[in-house]
């Protein structure tokens, strides 16, 4: 459309000006939206309104919808009104006044105001492009010739002998609209990838922003109940300290006492048997015979064994203290009752032993007898065909996990092809599609030779690291919904996390392709 056109198309009928804010009524016509209302506010004691473009009726004031479309085209026209005026070139037919020009005409070698375009010659020879004053580009170098064509042959661009006498003769030609139309395909392909990329770009930014808020959300719970925590440990630590060293106290306190209070009474006897030895020395030295035999209560100073087993029996209970505290049992209960409060304050739970259920193991697989490891075997173990038994090298759990948080680890060491992971009962037990990993009922990490990945739903991350470990940990918070692996190293490495809603209860899923793997030990305690 020319720009003249344009630009009445653009003209308020109010005020014969370009729209500012431009709104509409039902009737569908355009007004400003100052324009409009001011009509309306003089409508409005007359008993109705109407519109000022088709005379509808209204029985109520009606309401103004701004038209966003509008006024984005109207900015658009203004943006082009200020470069035509920025550019420089003016209309050759206004000289009176300079008045920019919206056309060239490379024919007449002209350049045309929209006054000046509407009487302009229409002919086909009067080819008009954007103002410019370079025209020479427009034209052939050699005939002197408006460029019409262009080559495909040489890629250029060429006027009309250039294709009947000139050294393009006998090229494949396209007419300029023709090959300008092709580029515009080939570009509008290549935006519709571009934008494609873009809105892929802003999705990757999105997750990353809202997993970044996440993080930080988590990040701030955790600070506050780790800092909640670490407040309780603390006084509870110090609250374990008091009563240990008031155990400590106490018990030393009792010793004292009773050791002061038999030191007291040895004391005693001491002083007793010194006043004995006295007297039996004092006889001793008697030279009278008879005075010796006639001294009574030499019976009382001759018996020494009064009261000895028992005083030995104390001395020796006050020297090997059979009272004796022992710290490190009032310690380690003391420090239990602390672990056990840390395990309730994050609500952890403790399952039972995981151990392989037998009924889904694949034949070739071998399952120990205690049913924690399973390891390839040649040998067909000849269990009976079942729907819940694996037709490939894989098996689960007989236990599963439907809240809570728990942990287990595997010891991997002894194969080098092997899956590890999580998988709802209702997992395909036939075809590639029951594999751990391939189908979006489970979650698997995987190592094939030196190559680690994990995969859920048939879609794989490869991890860009070489694990260096015999064992890798699987973490499952059944309510957050989250299934993490870790790898057992110095220090642990966290390999990935799945998040997600889980709606069946979970079991330990394995796959073995050669060697042997193991589930360690009892489920445990985080």
Not at 116 to 123: I, N
Not at 419 to 439: A, E, H, K, L
């Amino acid at each position: 459309m020319a720009s003249s056109n344009l630009r009445a198309e653009l003209e308020c009928s109010v005020c014969l000006n370009i729209y500012t804010d431009p709104v509409n009524l039902r009737c569908g016509h355009n007004f400003c939206q100052v324009c409009i209302d001011r009509v309306l506010d003089t409508q409005g004691g007359s008993g109705g309104y109407s519109c000022p473009e088709c005379r509808e009726k209204f029985q109520d004031r009606p309401a103004l919808h701004k038209n966003i479309t509008l006024r984005n085209i109207v900015e658009n026209f203004l943006s082009a009104q200020t470069d035509q005026e920025d550019s420089g070139v003016f209309c050759t037919h206004c000289v009176d006044s300079p008045v920019p020009a919206v056309r060239s005409c490379l024919l007449c070698e002209v350049f045309l105001c929209d006054k000046h375009l509407r009487v302009h010659k229409k002919s086909p020879e009067h080819i008009l492009c954007d103002p410019t004053l370079s025209m020479e580009s427009r034209k052939c170098s050699v005939h002197k010739k408006i460029l019409e064509y262009y080559c495909t042959e040489d890629n250029s661009f060429v006027c009309i002998s250039c294709c009947m006498i000139g050294g393009h003769k006998g090229h494949e030609m396209e007419s300029l609209d023709e090959a300008s139309e092709k580029k515009k395909e080939t570009l509008r392909n290549v935006l519709q990838k571009l934008l494609t990329k873009r809105e892929e770009t802003e999705e990757r930014v999105q997750s990353l922003q809202e997993h970044r808020r996440k993080v930080e959300e988590k990040a701030a719970g955790d600070t506050e109940r780790v800092t909640v925590l670490f407040r309780d440990l603390r006084r509870r630590l110090e609250d374990l300290e008091k009563r240990v060293l008031g155990e400590i106290s106490r018990w030393a306190e009792r010793i004292s006492i009773s050791t002061v209070d038999f030191t007291r009474k040895l004391e005693i006897q001491k002083e007793e048997l010194s006043r004995k030895m006295c007297q039996i020395e004092e006889l001793c030295n008697m030279t009278d015979p008879l005075t010796v035999l006639q001294e009574s209560g030499t019976g009382d100073l001759c018996d020494t064994e009064d009261g000895d087993n028992e005083d030995t029996e104390r001395h020796e209970e006050l020297l090997h203290d059979g009272g004796d505290l022992d710290v490190v049992g009032v310690l380690h209960i003391g420090l239990s009752d602390i672990i056990r409060g840390v395990n309730v304050f994050f609500y952890i739970q403790e399952a039972a032993d995981i151990l392989l259920d037998v009924n889904t193991a694949y034949n070739n697989l071998h399952i120990s007898d205690d049913r924690k490891t399973v390891s390839w075997s040649d040998i067909d173990q000849n269990r009976p065909k079942t729907p819940e038994r694996f037709q490939d090298y894989q098996v689960l759990s007989s236990q599963s996990f439907s809240s809570g948080r728990h942990y287990w680890e595997v010891d991997v060491g002894g194969s080098d092809r092997w899956t590890v992971g999580m998988c709802y009962p209702s997992i395909d037990r036939r075809g590639w599609q029951s594999w751990i990993g391939y189908n979006n009922k489970s979650w698997g990490l995987d190592r094939s030779g030196n190559q680690y990945e994990v995969r859920h739903d048939n879609k794989k991350i490869f991890l860009p690291i070489k694990i260096l470990t015999k064992r890798v940990r699987i973490d499952l918070d059944y309510e957050a919904g989250r299934i993490s692996f870790y790898a057992l190293c110095d220090p642990i490495r966290h390999l990935h996390t799945f998040t997600t809603t889980f709606t069946e209860p979970l079991h330990t899923g394995l796959y073995v392709g050669g060697g042997r793997i193991e589930i360690c030990g009892r489920n445990q305690k985080m």
